[in-house]
C-alpha cells in the first residue's frame, strides 16, 4: 500500500470551507432567506413544474411499488445478491 504524504496541498482559491460558512448557511435555510434578508434563490427556477411534480411523486412512491410488484422468492434472491456484494 502506498503512504500518503503528510505534507496538505494547498486548496485552489475560492475553496475554502470553514465552519462559520457551513453554519451561515445552515441558518440561512433555516430562516428561509440570506443573512442580508434577500429571499434564498429557488432551486426548481427555470425547470418545468409539471416534470419536478412528476418526479418527486415518482421518488415516494417507486421503492414499495416495485417491491409490492416482486414475488417474495424475487426478493429473496436480491436480498441474497445484495447481502453478498456487501459483504462477500
Request: hydrophobic fraction near 40%; charge should be positive.
Amino acid at each position: 500500500m502506498p503512504r500518503r504524504s503528510s505534507i496538505k496541498k494547498p486548496k485552489a482559491a475560492g475553496t475554502e470551507h470553514d465552519f462559520t460558512r457551513t453554519a451561515l448557511r445552515v441558518v440561512e435555510q433555516a430562516i428561509g432567506e440570506t443573512w442580508e434578508g434577500k429571499p434564498l434563490p429557488d432551486k426548481d427556477a427555470g425547470k418545468n413544474p409539471a416534470a419536478v411534480a412528476l418526479g418527486k411523486l415518482g421518488g415516494a412512491k417507486g421503492g414499495k411499488a416495485r417491491a409490492k410488484a416482486l414475488s417474495p422468492a424475487r426478493r429473496k434472491a436480491i436480498a441474497k445478491l445484495a447481502a453478498k456484494k456487501r459483504w462477500g
